[in-house]
């Protein structure tokens, strides 16, 4: 993505908006290649917009882990 700036073809701004473009589609494509896997479970990093703390995660990663 920053190939343009180093050519001098972009600016950053626009490198780093394309960064942010590609950085979207990946997630989005993990999470629909994820999403496909019976055996995978996703762990709830928020509560109501707010960040759960660490260890709040790690214990619910480990509650789906332990099937509890």
């Known amino acids: 993505e920053f190939l343009g700036y180093f050519r001098g073809s972009s600016t950053f701004d ?8 590609a ?3 990946y997630a989005k494509r993990q999470i629909t290649w994820f999403g ?12 109501q917009g707010e960040m759960k703390s660490f260890e709040e995660i790690v214990n619910n990663a480990e509650e789906l882990f332990l099937g509890a």
């Not at 626009?14 to 473009?21: D, F, G, Q, S, Y």
Request: a positive charge; proline letters at 0%; glycine letters at 4%.
């Open 14 to 21: 626009e490198c780093v908006e394309l960064l942010k473009t």
């Open 23 to 25: 950085t979207r589609k």
């Open 36 to 47: 496909g896997k019976e055996y995978v479970r996703f762990v709830d990093a928020d509560r």
